[in-house]
């Protein structure tokens, strides 16, 4: 069984930088397309950043810009590099899988792996 932990989360400041790690365990992940969502306090889960096996990539509006997507298959391991952060990006983070499709998945349905989360708190 494939088990996602993110990592990386912490308090900052408003303009910094934070590099949130998924990393996998179980089986390799090089098929998966994976993906980034967030969910702010009271608000529903909305999705950030995915990446597909073959690196393509998709971004929410709201990061696109600030925020990279990215994968090493040999560490099986997903990066959501976070920079120019702000308040409105405080939210806990969450890393999903899509175990069968190549999609570049946007919704939550998409996935059918998460991972625990991480805080990501950003002071203005």
């Known amino acids: 069984q494939v088990q996602l932990v993110e990592s990386g989360g912490g308090l900052v400041q408003a303009g910094d930088s934070l590099r949130l790690s998924c990393a996998a365990s179980g089986r390799t992940i090089s098929t998966y397309s994976m993906g980034w969502f967030r969910q702010a306090p009271g608000k529903e889960r909305e999705f950030v950043a995915a990446?597909?096996?073959?690196?393509?990539?998709g971004y929410a509006e709201s990061v696109k810009g600030r925020f990279t997507i990215s994968r090493d298959n040999a560490k099986n391991t997903v990066w959501l590099q976070m920079n120019s952060l702000k308040p409105e990006d405080t939210a806990v983070y969450y890393c999903?899988?899509?175990?069968?499709?190549?999609?570049?998945?946007?919704?939550?349905?998409?996935?059918?792996?998460w991972g625990q989360g991480t805080q990501v708190t950003v002071s203005s």
């Open positions: 999903a899988a899509d175990r069968f499709t190549s999609r570049v998945g946007i919704r939550e349905k998409d996935y059918d792996l």
């Open positions: 990446i597909n096996w073959g690196s393509g990539t």
